[in-house]
């Protein structure tokens, strides 16, 4: 995170939607990952993949060790992905849901 911030925080909010908007026009996994490989450093693309590998154990209601031995992710940041999937802002429930469902057309 930035200690400075030049933009205001309505310049914030406009540049924060204009990269979702960005992310929208992605049409294929394979477009996805390079984008976000442009994106985001390694760690900061395997700390979301490892996120992300949690969200379905913790909707499945495993306990966070087994998690953790299952994943390898600590269990401090399971329990922040836990915290969003309980209680956060639907975004992880959503992406879950819908890539379980299947593909028409």
């Not at 995170?1 to 909010?13: F, G, T, W, Y």
């Not at 209601?61 to 999937?85: D, F, K, M, N, Q």
Request: glycine share 6%.
């Amino acid at each position: 995170m930035k200690l400075h911030r030049p933009l205001s925080p309505r310049q914030e909010a406009l540049t924060e939607r204009a990269l979702y908007q960005a992310v929208l026009t992605l049409k294929t996994a394979e477009e996805c990952r390079a984008f976000f490989r442009d994106l985001c450093t390694p760690a900061e693309l395997q700390a979301l993949a490892d996120r992300w590998a949690v969200v379905e154990l913790v909707r499945q209601e495993i306990p966070y060790r087994e998690i953790h031995r299952l994943t390898g992710v600590s269990v401090t940041t399971i329990g922040r992905v836990a915290r969003c999937v309980l209680g956060g802002n639907g975004g992880y429930a959503l992406a879950a849901t819908r890539t379980r469902e299947p593909r028409h057309g």
